[in-house]
């Protein structure tokens, strides 16, 4: 690390550019995640899997690529959800819909394929469906062990911060 | 003239954007598999066919059920999810899906196969419709990829018929 500038040499003006770089780095990065979530129609459009309750098909770190449109949701997709006041968002498969005539509404039933039972336990209280504002998005593509970083910065925050501190400090000895 | 750290930035990037060329031509490439597969379902027997305790009508049968979905493998599919879904209307739903029974496939060589068995989950109905009501069975699959697009498919088979009533007292 021979570019290490000493503190008392650092001029105004490379500084500032400097920021600047690295200001638009953080707004492509921004503008592209944002761009993501109006394409595919989710408010997440990629989802880490946490669990193992998908194997083989899912495994944990893996990721997933969802997609929300109006098509009514059927049996057999793998959809991710959330309950009624919690934040986790579950990957599992509809394995039972009904459609209602009238209003068009869809109560659904999800399981994990490696679990023995249904969903109906993680629903919250005396909830015994799903519906559609309660389905983030479907999974549509997938990528293997891509996520497990996202598991180890959350599961183990040090790695999350040493990970920061390295990438700044390479962008302030950075010459570009 | 280049340092350590700039020459393995540089090797990570290629190594990184060919890693994401060739999952993408992989997925690309699935879309080209035209599958024909065959398969064949019959009820053997209603085991039980009842109104459960909070008001639903409850049927748990017996299937036979033979397939061949070894067209539906790629050198890019993980496995195939096949389930058989019972499909039907009532006067309040326009649809109903069930899935009945399901299966994951992880080789192609395990891909054909015939089995007897009891579904795997019940048909239970949101009401009482079930009595002498046309149901249709449909098989679903669901190719998982190694990487990207993952792709689905249902292909109808046959139909039977409830019969007209109970077959337990509930």
């Known amino acids: 690390m021979d570019r290490i500038k000493f503190l008392g040499d650092v001029k105004i003006r490379p500084t500032l550019i400097q920021l600047l770089n690295l ?11 944002k761009g993501l979530m109006c394409i595919t129609g989710c408010e997440s459009p990629v989802v880490v899997v946490l669990t193992g309750s998908m194997e083989p098909g899912f495994k944990r770190g893996d990721i ?9 949701i059927r049996a057999g997709e793998i959809v991710v959800y959330n309950v009624d006041g919690r934040d986790i968002p579950i990957v599992h498969r509809v394995i039972k819909a009904h459609e209602r005539r009238d209003t ?3 109560d659904i039933l999800t399981k994990g394929d490696n679990n023995q039972v249904d969903d109906i336990t993680l629903y919250s209280g005396g909830q015994l469906w799903l519906n559609l504002h309660h389905i983030i998005g479907r999974a549509i593509g997938y990528l293997p062990y891509v ?20 990438l700044a400090l390479l962008v302030i000895t950075s010459e570009e | 003239m ?7 930035n540089t090797a990570a990037t290629i190594a990184a954007i060919l890693l994401a060329t060739i999952c993408a031509a992989a997925s690309f490439l699935d879309a080209f598999n035209s599958p024909s597969l065959q398969a064949h379902v019959q009820v053997v027997k209603i085991n039980r066919f009842r109104r459960q305790l909070d008001g639903n009508d409850e049927v748990k049968m017996t299937l036979k059920m033979s397939m061949d979905l070894t067209s539906l493998f790629t050198w890019n599919t993980k496995q195939v999810f096949v389930f058989l879904a019972a499909e039907y209307e009532t006067d309040t739903n326009s649809l109903n899906q069930v899935s009945l029974w399901d299966h994951i496939v992880q080789e192609k060589e ?13 048909l239970i109905d949101q009401g009482t419709n079930l009595r002498g009501k046309k149901v249709g069975l449909v098989l679903h699959w669901h190719i998982m990829p190694i990487s990207g697009r993952m792709i689905q498919g249902k292909m109808p088979l046959s139909n039977f018929s409830l019969p007209d009533s109970y077959t337990t007292r509930s």
Request: proline share 6%; glycine share 6%.
């Open chain 1, 23 to 33: 200001g638009m780095i953080i707004c492509s990065a921004l503008m592209i995640w």
């Open chain 1, 64 to 72: 997933l690529f969802l997609h929300m449109n109006k098509e009514p």
């Open chain 2, 2 to 8: 280049h340092s350590a750290v700039q020459r393995a």
């Open chain 1, 104 to 106: 068009g509404e869809i």
């Open chain 2, 110 to 122: 395990r891909a054909s196969f015939q089995v007897k068995v009891p579904t795997k989950y019940p």
């Open chain 1, 147 to 166: 996520g497990y970083l996202t598991i180890i910065m959350t599961e183990m925050p040090i790695v999350k911060y040493l990970l920061i501190g390295v």
